[in-house]
């Protein structure tokens, strides 16, 4: 299996600033053929479902504000927001759809500071 | 508006069987994979099982954490996914999450939407 391991666990951020999660995966997650990376991120607020913020690591889902954003390539992966809002405070999980099983990293928990 | 609800979660004992229910709207049933993921309290996600598409012969593929116990089927005339659990352990309890599948092809791709979910409690 493919194990996603991301950091930190928590993040405290002042509204207006830059946040940044990072995902490791345990084996590259880029398929060479047709050089696209098979990760995705969500962000899941309290009492609330998933939801799909980023796929193909860094394509932005159709309503997400652009101050989300994703980067990286192979096994080293970031969800960027440009300016943190009150309503950025969530739990963000990456995703790799690479190969089953499909596995998720342990969440990142973001915070006002 | 793309939609999937779930029901059927209850509270079971170990060794029990359950059956979840996921009712799909506002998109084509039949042309995706659709999956089940959970999420046990205060705790991370888990991916459960997928059951492929008409064009992928309706096969499926379960974590092993659920394998042999759990059992995924759709019915695309009721534009309907189910989940039948048996042999209920403790560490099932979770919230079970329907999901539509993004990519149509044989290994799937992203997630989206979730449904609600639905809680499963296995206690005695």
């Known amino acids: 299996d493919i194990v996603m391991t991301q950091s930190p666990e928590l993040l405290a951020v002042s509204l207006g600033e830059r946040a940044t999660i990072n995902c490791k995966s345990s084996?590259?997650?880029?398929?060479?053929?047709?050089?696209?990376?098979?990760l995705a991120w969500y962000q899941q607020k309290p009492g609330q479902p998933p939801k799909l913020l980023i796929y193909w690591a860094s394509t932005r889902e159709s309503g997400v504000p652009d101050r989300f954003s994703g980067s990286g390539s192979g096994t080293d992966f970031t969800l960027s927001i440009s300016s943190l809002q009150a309503e950025d405070v969530a739990v963000y999980y990456c995703q790799q759809y690479y190969n089953l099983p499909v596995t998720f990293g342990q969440g990142t928990k973001l915070e006002i500071k | 508006e793309v939609q999937l609800v779930e029901s059927g979660g209850g509270l079971v004992q170990p060794g029990e069987s359950l059956r979840l229910s996921c009712a799909a709207s506002?998109?084509?049933?039949?042309?995706?994979?659709m999956d089940w993921i959970r999420q046990a309290p205060g705790k991370g996600l888990e991916w459960v099982g997928r059951?492929?598409?008409?064009?992928?012969?309706?096969?499926?593929d379960y974590a092993a954490s659920v394998k042999g116990r759990f059992t995924i089927s759709r019915d695309d005339s009721k534009n309907s996914l189910y989940l039948e659990m048996n042999s209920l352990k403790t560490e099932d309890t979770a919230v079970y999450y329907c999901?539509?599948?993004?990519?149509?092809?044989?290994?799937?791709?992203?997630?989206?939407?979730w449904g609600l979910g639905t809680l499963v409690t296995v206690s005695s």
């Open positions: 059951t492929r598409n008409i064009a992928h012969n309706y096969t499926t």
């Open positions: 506002g998109f084509t049933f039949s042309a995706h994979h």
């Open positions: 084996q590259s997650v880029l398929y060479n053929f047709n050089n696209k990376n098979y």
């Open positions: 999901a539509r599948n993004v990519g149509g092809s044989y290994w799937g791709g992203w997630i989206d939407p």
